[in-house]
Protein backbone atom coordinates (compact mmCIF):
# COMPACT_ATOMS: atom_id res chain seq x y z
CA UNK A 1 0.00 0.00 0.00
CA UNK A 2 1.57 3.28 -1.12
CA UNK A 3 2.16 5.91 1.96
CA UNK A 4 -0.68 8.54 0.25
CA UNK A 5 -2.93 5.33 0.40
CA UNK A 6 -2.26 4.36 3.73
CA UNK A 7 -2.80 7.88 5.09
CA UNK A 8 -5.92 8.58 3.79
CA UNK A 9 -7.05 4.77 4.58
CA UNK A 10 -7.20 6.22 8.21
CA UNK A 11 -10.17 8.53 8.08
CA UNK A 12 -13.01 6.93 9.17
CA UNK A 13 -15.20 9.23 6.69
CA UNK A 14 -12.71 8.09 3.44
CA UNK A 15 -13.16 4.28 4.57
CA UNK A 16 -16.42 4.31 4.66
CA UNK A 17 -17.02 6.34 1.64
CA UNK A 18 -14.64 3.65 -0.08
CA UNK A 19 -16.50 0.29 0.81
CA UNK A 20 -20.04 2.35 0.03
CA UNK A 21 -18.18 3.06 -3.78
CA UNK A 22 -17.10 -1.00 -3.74
CA UNK A 23 -20.48 -2.14 -2.89
CA UNK A 24 -21.67 0.32 -5.22
CA UNK A 25 -19.17 -0.82 -8.37
CA UNK A 26 -20.32 -4.46 -7.37
CA UNK A 27 -23.67 -4.05 -7.62
CA UNK A 28 -23.23 -1.63 -10.96
CA UNK A 29 -23.42 -4.62 -13.44
CA UNK A 30 -27.44 -5.52 -11.77
CA UNK A 31 -28.10 -1.94 -12.22
CA UNK A 32 -26.79 -1.16 -15.96
CA UNK A 33 -28.52 -4.02 -16.45
CA UNK A 34 -31.78 -2.47 -15.39
CA UNK A 35 -30.88 1.08 -16.21
CA UNK A 36 -31.41 1.99 -12.71
CA UNK A 37 -28.49 4.35 -11.27
CA UNK A 38 -27.17 3.66 -7.59
CA UNK A 39 -29.43 6.42 -6.66
CA UNK A 40 -32.18 5.23 -7.99
CA UNK A 41 -31.69 1.42 -6.42
CA UNK A 42 -31.13 3.47 -2.90
CA UNK A 43 -34.09 5.15 -3.39
CA UNK A 44 -35.89 1.86 -3.96
CA UNK A 45 -34.45 0.36 -1.07
CA UNK A 46 -36.09 2.79 1.35
CA UNK A 47 -39.36 2.39 -0.55
CA UNK A 48 -39.82 -1.42 -0.93
CA UNK A 49 -41.34 -1.83 2.52
CA UNK A 50 -44.62 -0.70 0.16
CA UNK A 51 -44.90 2.26 2.80
CA UNK A 52 -45.27 6.23 1.63
CA UNK A 53 -42.24 8.82 2.12
CA UNK A 54 -42.61 12.43 1.74
CA UNK A 55 -40.09 14.04 -0.33
CA UNK A 56 -38.06 15.45 2.70
CA UNK A 57 -37.75 12.40 4.47
CA UNK A 58 -37.04 10.34 1.18
CA UNK A 59 -33.88 12.73 0.59
CA UNK A 60 -32.87 12.82 4.08
CA UNK A 61 -32.72 9.39 4.30
CA UNK A 62 -31.33 8.96 0.91
CA UNK A 63 -28.35 11.03 1.44
CA UNK A 64 -29.78 13.45 -0.74
CA UNK A 65 -30.40 16.89 -1.30
CA UNK A 66 -33.98 18.32 -1.69
CA UNK A 67 -33.31 19.16 -5.24
CA UNK A 68 -31.44 16.13 -6.18
CA UNK A 69 -33.58 13.91 -4.88
CA UNK A 70 -36.99 15.42 -6.67
CA UNK A 71 -34.67 15.14 -10.02
CA UNK A 72 -34.25 11.80 -9.41
CA UNK A 73 -37.57 10.59 -8.37
CA UNK A 74 -38.80 13.12 -11.12
CA UNK A 75 -36.55 10.47 -13.55
CA UNK A 76 -38.20 7.58 -11.39
CA UNK A 77 -41.71 8.83 -12.36
CA UNK A 78 -40.89 8.84 -15.85
CA UNK A 79 -39.36 5.30 -15.62
CA UNK A 80 -42.42 4.08 -14.20
CA UNK A 81 -40.66 3.01 -10.78
CA UNK A 82 -41.98 5.43 -8.33
CA UNK A 83 -45.36 6.95 -7.95
CA UNK A 84 -46.87 10.17 -6.47
CA UNK A 85 -50.17 9.70 -4.19
CA UNK A 86 -51.87 12.23 -2.11
CA UNK A 87 -50.98 11.37 1.96
CA UNK A 88 -55.20 9.73 3.60
CA UNK A 89 -54.27 11.24 6.28
CA UNK A 90 -53.13 15.16 4.85
CA UNK A 91 -54.12 15.76 1.27
CA UNK A 92 -51.78 18.54 0.92
CA UNK A 93 -49.18 16.36 1.15
CA UNK A 94 -47.66 14.27 -1.13
CA UNK A 95 -45.83 10.74 -0.96
CA UNK A 96 -43.80 8.55 -3.00
CA UNK A 97 -44.71 5.16 -3.13
CA UNK A 98 -42.62 2.07 -5.13
CA UNK A 99 -44.45 0.63 -8.13
CA UNK A 100 -45.00 -2.66 -9.02
CA UNK A 101 -42.31 -2.25 -11.89
CA UNK A 102 -40.21 -0.69 -9.12
CA UNK A 103 -40.56 -3.37 -6.83
CA UNK A 104 -39.06 -6.13 -9.50
CA UNK A 105 -36.35 -4.17 -9.91
CA UNK A 106 -35.72 -4.08 -6.69
CA UNK A 107 -36.06 -7.71 -5.72
CA UNK A 108 -34.02 -8.65 -9.00
CA UNK A 109 -30.93 -6.33 -7.83
CA UNK A 110 -31.76 -7.28 -4.06
CA UNK A 111 -30.79 -10.74 -5.20
CA UNK A 112 -27.29 -9.81 -6.34
CA UNK A 113 -26.76 -7.58 -3.23
CA UNK A 114 -27.81 -10.19 -1.18
CA UNK A 115 -25.40 -12.62 -2.99
CA UNK A 116 -22.50 -10.19 -2.28
CA UNK A 117 -23.39 -9.50 1.42
CA UNK A 118 -23.28 -13.27 1.77
CA UNK A 119 -19.45 -13.35 0.02
CA UNK A 120 -18.72 -10.95 2.45
CA UNK A 121 -20.23 -12.81 5.47
CA UNK A 122 -18.26 -15.87 4.13
CA UNK A 123 -15.07 -14.04 4.32
CA UNK A 124 -15.26 -12.35 7.37
CA UNK A 125 -17.72 -14.46 9.10
CA UNK A 126 -21.33 -13.78 10.34
CA UNK A 127 -20.80 -12.64 13.78
CA UNK A 128 -18.27 -10.00 12.25
CA UNK A 129 -20.98 -8.76 9.98
CA UNK A 130 -23.80 -8.34 13.09
CA UNK A 131 -21.12 -6.20 15.10
CA UNK A 132 -20.16 -4.48 11.86
CA UNK A 133 -23.79 -3.74 11.23
CA UNK A 134 -24.37 -2.67 15.01
CA UNK A 135 -21.50 -0.33 15.05
CA UNK A 136 -22.93 1.07 12.15
CA UNK A 137 -26.14 1.81 13.49
CA UNK A 138 -24.72 2.93 16.63
CA UNK A 139 -22.70 5.74 14.80
CA UNK A 140 -25.74 6.79 13.13
CA UNK A 141 -28.17 6.53 16.01
CA UNK A 142 -25.75 8.97 17.30
CA UNK A 143 -27.01 13.00 17.95
Known amino acids: MSKRKHNAAQYLDYMLAAASDRVGRRLAPELEKRGVP ?3 WRILNLLATGEGWAMGEL ?17 M ?3 ALVYR ?11 IFIS ?5 VWIEVKRA ?5 EEIVDQFGNVWMRELLHKLETLLDEK
Open 38 to 40: LDC
Open 59 to 75: ADAGLLSLPTATRIIDR
Open 77 to 79: VSD
Open 85 to 95: APDHEDRRKVL
Open 100 to 104: DKGLR
Open 113 to 117: ADRYQ
